[in-house]
């Protein structure tokens, strides 16, 4: 379970098991992570009566030079709820090859949990790959959609059961495990301003906020997604999360700058049921 120490400058401090590569709590101050969080304010989160102020449409390249799959798009066909951890620092190169333009990838997130990634495919024992000794993986970088490639001897391959669905059109958050409804819930999402992106992802962190009954609620699940209108809030690069809220009334309604926002019970809900890194989200409209 996610612990929560008083911060210190605001700075999120990371808490995790990693060798079971499962959620870490962060501390995340009066704020939480990239969209949601710590220094780096939520695009998709303040509260009404707190106007928002980006200082910038979003970019339209990726430092990373990463490759998409196809039209951009991940699926539930695309992303079946294999993970992989690495074991090191990253190696992730835009095409199946080390003489290939390497990716600059850190081994945490800028909140301090420890990378991972979703494998696009099907990653079990004697399934074919694209590229023989290479996972093609979802990544956490703009353009949403990113996917790049790592070596399969350099990380550590474990399978989830969930698969987290948001239907914006319905307004609804859905759990399912092994293809099975666990939780069901209805959500507040993005403005038609600045819409909720709509794509596959997955979890990259969690962040267990110092002031539950804040604007944010008790924790925040980030996203590997971006904004498709903001490139910036604050000091932050636009990240997308999940997280809590202090104005209940208002979920089931388009109000946020693009982040998915729940019932603080229900985003507790969402915490026990121990959803791992790298777990797939699915946002359609």
Same mark, same amino acid.
């Given at each position: 379970?996610?612990?929560?120490?008083?911060? +210190?400058?605001?700075?999120?401090?990371?808490? $995790?098991?990693?060798?079971?590569?499962?959620?870490?709590?962060?501390?995340?101050?009066?704020?939480?992570?990239?969209?949601?969080?710590?220094?780096?304010?939520?695009?998709?989160?303040?509260?009404?009566?707190?106007?928002?102020?980006?200082?910038?449409?979003?970019?339209?390249?990726?430092?990373?030079?990463?490759?998409?799959?196809?039209?951009?798009?991940?699926?539930?066909? =695309?992303?079946?709820? $294999?993970?992989? @951890?690495?074991?090191? =620092?990253?190696?992730?190169?835009?095409?199946?090859?080390?003489?290939? &333009?390497?990716?600059?990838?850190?081994? !945490?997130?800028?909140?301090?949990?420890? @990378?991972?990634?979703?494998?696009?495919?099907?990653?079990?024992?004697?399934?074919?790959?694209?590229?023989?000794? $290479?996972?093609?993986?979802?990544?956490?970088?703009?353009?949403?959609?990113?996917?790049?490639?790592?070596?399969?001897?350099?990380?550590?391959?474990?399978?989830?059961? %969930? +698969?987290? %669905?948001?239907?914006?059109?319905? +307004?609804?958050?859905?759990?399912?495990? =092994?293809?099975?409804?666990? /939780?069901?819930?209805?959500?507040?999402?993005?403005?038609? &301003?600045?819409?909720?992106?709509?794509?596959?992802?997955?979890?990259?962190?969690?962040?267990?906020?110092?002031?539950?009954?804040?604007?944010?609620?008790?924790?925040? /699940?980030?996203?590997?997604?971006?904004?498709?209108?903001?490139?910036? /809030?604050? @000091?932050?690069?636009?990240?997308?999360?999940?997280?809590?809220?202090?104005?209940?009334?208002?979920?089931?309604?388009?109000?946020?700058?693009?982040?998915?926002?729940? !019932?603080? =019970?229900?985003?507790?809900?969402?915490?026990?049921?121990?959803?791992?890194?790298?777990?797939?989200? /699915?946002?359609?409209?």
């Amino acid at each position: 379970m996610p612990t929560t120490i008083e911060p +210190r400058e605001r700075r999120p401090l990371p808490a $995790w098991t990693a060798a079971v590569a499962c959620i870490v709590a962060i501390v995340a101050g009066v704020t939480l992570l990239g969209s949601c969080a710590g220094e780096r304010a939520s695009l998709g989160s303040l509260p009404p009566s707190i106007p928002a102020h980006p200082s910038t449409s979003v970019a339209t390249t990726s430092t990373t030079e990463a490759i998409t799959p196809d039209d951009g798009t991940l699926g539930p066909e =695309d992303l079946l709820g $294999w993970i992989a @951890t690495p074991a090191g =620092d990253p190696q992730v190169y835009a095409t199946p090859s080390k003489q290939a &333009e390497k990716l600059a990838i850190g081994a !945490k997130t800028t909140a301090g949990a420890p @990378t991972t990634f979703a494998i696009v495919g099907d990653a079990s024992p004697g399934a074919t790959t694209e590229a023989p000794g $290479w996972y093609r993986v979802a990544l956490p970088t703009r353009p949403n959609g990113s996917t790049g490639w790592v070596p399969i001897s350099s990380v550590t391959v474990t399978k989830t059961p %969930f +698969r987290v %669905f948001v239907d914006l059109k319905g +307004r609804t958050l859905r759990v399912e495990k =092994d293809d099975l409804g666990v /939780f069901t819930t209805t959500v507040a999402i993005g403005t038609a &301003e600045n819409p909720t992106p709509q794509n596959g992802t997955y979890v990259t962190e969690l962040i267990a906020n110092t002031n539950p009954g804040g604007s944010y609620g008790p924790y925040a /699940f980030g996203l590997a997604l971006h904004s498709d209108t903001l490139s910036e /809030f604050g @000091t932050g690069d636009g990240q997308v999360g999940i997280h809590g809220t202090d104005h209940p009334d208002l979920i089931g309604q388009a109000v946020s700058h693009g982040c998915v926002r729940l !019932k603080n =019970d229900d985003v507790k809900a969402m915490v026990d049921l121990a959803l791992p890194l790298g777990v797939p989200v /699915f946002i359609t409209g």
